[in-house]
T-cell receptor
Framework: NAGVMQNPRHLVRRRGQEARLRCSPM?????VYWYRQLPEEGLKFMVY????????ESGMPKERFSAEFPKEGPSILRIQQVVRGDSAAYFC???????????FGPGTRLTVL | AQSVTQPDIHITVSEGASLELRCNYS??????LFWYVQSPGQGLQLLLK??????LVQGIKGFEAEFKRSQSSFNLRKPSVHWSDAAEYFC??????????????FGKGTKLTVNP
């Protein structure tokens, strides 16, 4: 049973470009969470999604960031017009339901030049 | 609001010595508590979790943690540290919040160095 998959593992973008981060949850998991880890910091919650629904986006920046979890395919975290401050590790986690343990993927390390 | 404090940013121990990593939380109801470990450049691996029941929780790799409600603590312990335990350790608190979102709130982490 494969774990949570994230790709790409490393992503380099220039300021102003778009970044797309993908997350495939564990088999059978329909709940996905995105977290951001800045250097020397813990993880900060961004958004919680179920299939085709955003349940909680209280941690998402108001502009440039969006997330989706379509009926088919992986969850996508999209960052438009990236800035240097977006450089961070972005982790996805999945769970069976909202009371279950969250299992984390290996992360995508975004570098904005 | 939920919060997690890990008072020790960096801890150094000798291989074979005992270890205790501190974690204090603030949460309005009975929390779900977790310890995760992160090796450099890697994702987070779950060490153990507390949902309810016995307040002493056993995890993987010989780790255990004790939930103390009166102290709002969930400290992680290991009786004898191995060099491979060198990593960063994160304590996290979660629970059903409004709307049913079980987002986790993480501490800032404790980096463990193990001396030979």
């Amino acid at each position: 049973n494969a774990g949570v998959m994230q790709n790409p593992r490393h992503l380099v973008r220039r300021r102003g470009q778009e970044a797309r981060l993908r997350c495939s949850p564990m088999k059978g998991h329909s709940h996905v969470y995105w977290y951001r880890q800045l250097p020397e910091e813990g993880l900060k919650f961004m958004v919680y999604l179920q299939k085709e629904n955003i349940i909680d986006e209280s941690g998402m920046p108001k502009e440039r960031f969006s997330a989706e979890f379509p009926k088919e395919g992986p969850s996508i975290l999209r960052i438009q017009q990236v800035v240097r401050g977006d450089s961070a590790a972005y982790f996805c986690a999945s769970s069976l339901d909202n009371t279950d343990t969250q299992y984390f993927g290996p992360g995508t390390r975004l570098t904005v030049l | 609001a939920q919060s997690v404090t890990q008072p020790d940013i960096h801890i150094t121990v000798s291989e074979g010595a005992s270890l205790e990593l501190r974690c204090n939380y603030s949460y309005g109801a009975t929390p779900y508590l977790f310890w995760y470990v992160q090796s450099p450049g890697q994702g987070l691996q779950l060490l153990l979790k507390y949902f309810s029941g016995d307040t002493l929780v056993q995890g993987i790799k010989g780790f255990e943690a004790e939930f103390k409600r009166s102290q709002s603590s969930f400290n992680l312990r290991k009786p004898s540290v191995h060099w491979s335990d060198a990593a960063e350790y994160f304590c996290a608190v979660g629970g059903l919040s409004q709307g049913g979102s079980e987002k986790l709130v993480f501490g800032k982490g404790t980096k463990l160095t193990v001396n030979p």
